[in-house]
């Protein structure tokens, strides 16, 4: 078999640097084996040989070569063979693999290809080809480790991320049930009327927040929060301002001041809106306002004082159906210094009920961006005006869910629904 003139007194170089270093020589001709062998070590190469297929990959399964130079017409197994089997156990780092052969038909070099093969070298080898198919393996081989520790360093990254990920998850799933908790009573069945709570965060967490609280003897607050955003710090300050509207701790209530028989009775809700508008600007480093809507019910009459702060009109449903919405809007809190705040106040019958929403609900979208608004909020109203206390807000979010086209909502959505049954419930 013709081979290339190599002289075998050449001194061995030391050790080359670089991403092929081990290359395993594989062909059935000792003295094709020797020919190359030499050539590459005297490149600085570290050089194993192999008389067969299965010899090579008993080989390889020890120790990975970076270079394969095989012969293509083996016995036994052929070189192309070998390259198919040789790919099967390849692990993360790649190893380049020359074919050694005299087919130059387009379709063999395609047969190669396919099999796995980089490179093809015509027999007989010419050592200056050799060495530059080799460098520009080993650019490719430099290439593809590269990549390759680009890609372990992404995947670990991408792991702690997701670890990240989870311990975040985990801390907003304790978040939710922690701001959940804020509305400790969901419903409560008064000797005059109902109070139902709704509370419906878009995330784990939101800026929504409703509520409910003693007033003393003859009257009960209720009070509607939405904190401007959402998120973590909507929620922290949700949490904050439930503190400031406390249903058990009376004396840290600032909708709440002592008679001059020390009782707890409702202050006026403007001069409390007001009070907390001072508070957020003075006291609170936080760029989050929030619209807000407290009111105090007389149990005793019906009568109910509120004050709004840009959240949406409270809703009446009469007990004959009629809808009416009362309240002129007003600033939100914590936007402007020294605004003024006002009051208004409703009479409710025996049957009528007092809804307040957050604008989740009247700015819920269909899927074309058409709004509900509050032509659409009086509509399912009605349709529902034969569903009362827990079960109606069930129904709504229902409703809201078939209208939305989906169950996931942009906005958080919160409701205190209020039915007025007077004084002959007792």
């Known amino acids: 078999m013709p081979f290339s003139r190599i002289s075998l007194l050449e001194p061995t170089q030391s050790?080359?640097?670089?991403?092929?270093?081990?290359?395993?020589?594989?062909d059935d001709s000792k003295l094709q084996r020797k020919i190359l062998s030499v050539a590459l070590r005297r490149w600085g190469f570290d050089v194993a040989e192999a008389a067969s297929g299965h010899e090579a990959l008993e080989f390889a399964a020890v120790k990975r070569p970076d270079l394969v130079l095989s012969d293509w017409m083996m016995p036994g197994m052929s070189g192309l063979e070998l390259c198919a089997r040789f790919r099967?156990?390849?692990?993360?780092?790649?190893?380049?693999?020359?074919?050694?052969?005299?087919?130059?038909?387009?379709?063999?070099?395609?047969?190669?290809?396919?099999?796995?093969?980089?490179?093809?070298?015509?027999?007989?080898?010419?050592n200056n080809e050799l060495r530059a198919r080799i460098a520009a393996g080993e650019r490719l081989v430099e290439m593809q480790r590269?990549?390759?520790?680009?890609?372990?360093?992404?995947?670990?990254?991408?792991?702690?991320?997701?670890?990240?990920?989870?311990?975040?998850?985990?801390?907003?799933?304790?978040?939710?049930?922690?701001?959940?908790?804020?509305?400790?009573?969901?419903?409560?069945?008064?000797?005059?009327?109902?109070?139902?709570?709704?509370?419906?965060?878009?995330?784990?967490?939101?800026g929504d927040l409703v509520g409910f609280f003693e007033a003393g003897i003859r009257h009960v607050g209720v009070y509607a929060i939405d904190?401007?955003?959402?998120?973590?710090s909507s929620a922290l300050m949700t949490a904050r301002l439930a503190g400031y509207l406390s249903s058990v701790a009376p004396d840290q209530n600032v909708a709440l001041r002592?008679?001059?028989?020390?009782?707890?009775?409702?202050?006026?809700?403007?001069?409390?809106?007001?009070?907390?508008?001072?508070?957020?600007?003075?006291?609170?480093?936080?760029?989050?306002?929030?619209?807000?809507?407290?009111?105090f019910v007389e149990l005793g009459t019906g009568r109910i004082v509120l004050s709004q702060a840009g959240h949406p009109h409270p809703v009446v449903q009469r007990a004959n159906g009629t809808i009416?919405?009362?309240?002129?809007?007003?600033?939100?809190?914590?936007?402007?210094?020294?605004?003024v705040f006002e009051q208004f106040e409703l009479q409710l019958a025996q049957g009528d009920r007092l809804l307040i929403l957050s604008d989740g609900v009247t700015e819920c979208t269909k899927p074309n961006g058409e709004m509900l608004a509050e032509e659409g909020l009086a509509a399912l109203m009605t349709e529902?005006?034969?569903?009362?206390?827990?079960?109606?807000?069930?129904?709504?979010i229902w409703r809201l869910t078939e209208f939305n086209g989906s169950s996931d909502f942009e906005d958080d959505i919160s409701a205190i629904l209020f039915e007025y049954h007077g004084l002959e419930a007792t």
């Open 15 to 26: 050790p080359r640097i670089g991403a092929i270093q081990h290359v395993l020589v594989v």
């Open 88 to 126: 099967e156990t390849e692990g993360e780092e790649y190893s380049y693999f020359i074919l050694l052969t005299s087919k130059n038909e387009k379709e063999e070099v395609a047969l190669g290809l396919n099999s796995g093969a980089d490179d093809f070298l015509s027999k007989p080898v010419n």
């Open 146 to 206: 590269a990549t390759a520790q680009a890609n372990s360093a992404l995947s670990e990254a991408l792991d702690e991320l997701q670890l990240l990920y989870d311990n975040i998850d985990r801390d907003l799933q304790e978040a939710k049930k922690l701001q959940q908790s804020l509305v400790r009573e969901r419903f409560r069945k008064l000797h005059c009327g109902d109070i139902s709570l709704m509370l419906r965060p878009c995330g784990h967490v939101g």
């Open 227 to 232: 904190v401007s955003g959402h998120g973590i």
């Open 258 to 295: 002592r008679n001059a028989h020390g009782q707890f009775v409702p202050r006026r809700p403007e001069d409390v809106v007001s009070a907390l508008n001072t508070l957020v600007l003075e006291e609170m480093e936080t760029e989050h306002y929030f619209t807000l809507l407290l009111g």
């Open 324 to 339: 009416e919405q009362f309240g002129a809007g007003g600033f939100p809190v914590g936007l402007v210094k020294d605004a």
């Open 384 to 396: 529902l005006q034969e569903v009362f206390g827990p079960a109606f807000l069930e129904a709504l």
